[in-house]
T-cell receptor, first 112, second 108 residues
Framework: DGGITQSPKYLFRKEGQNVTLSCEQN?????MYWYRQDPGQGLRLIYY???????QKGDIAEGYSVSREKKESFPLTVTSAQKNPTAFYLC???????????FGPGTRLTVL | AQSVTQLDSHVSVSEGTPVLLRCNYS??????LFWYVQHPNKGLQLLLK??????LVKGINGFEAEFKKSETSFHLTKPSAHMSDAAEYFC??????FGAGTRLTVKP
């Protein structure tokens, strides 16, 4: 089955630790995205990538980092510099920019 | 600047009555517009999209939306609500912007 997988589903982190969220797609899509979702604020774009080895900051990139070494994979690292990392994180992909996005099931990160 | 505004944070309807979820947009060029649905603790699923082919767009599960350029709106409608429609709905602009979401409650 084609789709997007995110792991883990739930993640707990102590303050001061970096943590990496996984996102993999087998849809052969060029573009991939990371969003953060907080109650009442909708989705806010963290980073996006239109092609391998290239990515752009979104509206709330501070405290986050990404890599795009393979077309299928777009991992997100939440660093200790992110002051309020507890949130629901969604990864998405699309065939190209400005196209229908297909979303993964999300990862809920909780900082203890 | 591009932006999306969902005018209601929460809409409550009775089963079998019409649904109206409102979305306004701001864009300096002809936009691509989307409606997505999200069930609790899940990712988003596309309901429908507008890409300038036809102003009335039909989507899945009986939903449709009408693009009105003069009103800069893209409201989502459904003639008759079903209990399974209860979810969070997001209006999106093609440049990766989304509204804050509208939570739809369906009462029996």
């Amino acid at each position: 089955d084609g789709g997007i997988t995110q792991s883990p589903k739930y993640l707990f982190r102590k303050e001061g630790q970096n943590v990496t969220l996984s996102c993999e797609q087998n849809l052969n899509h060029d573009a991939m995205y990371w969003y953060r979702q907080d109650p009442g604020q909708g989705l806010r774009l963290i980073y996006y990538s239109q092609i391998v080895n290239d990515f752009q900051k979104g509206d709330i990139a501070e405290g986050y980092s990404v890599s795009r070494e393979k077309k299928e994979s777009f991992p997100l690292t939440v660093t200790s510099a992110q002051k309020n990392p507890t949130a629901f994180y969604l990864c998405a992909s699309s065939k190209r920019e400005v196209d229908t996005q297909y979303f993964g099931p999300g990862t809920r990160l909780t900082v203890l | 600047a591009q932006s999306v505004t969902q005018l209601d944070s929460h809409v409550s309807v009775s089963e079998g009555t019409p649904v109206l979820l409102r979305c306004n947009y701001s864009s300096s060029y002809s936009p691509s517009l989307f409606w997505y649905v999200q069930h609790p603790n899940k990712g988003l699923q596309l309901l429908l999209k507008y890409t300038s082919a036809a102003t009335l767009v039909k989507g899945i599960n009986g939903f449709e939306a009408e693009f009105k350029k003069s009103e800069t709106s893209f409201h989502l409608t459904k003639p008759s609500a079903h209990m399974s429609d209860a979810a969070e709905y997001f209006c999106g602009l093609g440049d990766m912007r989304f509204g804050a979401g509208t939570r739809l409650t369906v009462k029996p």
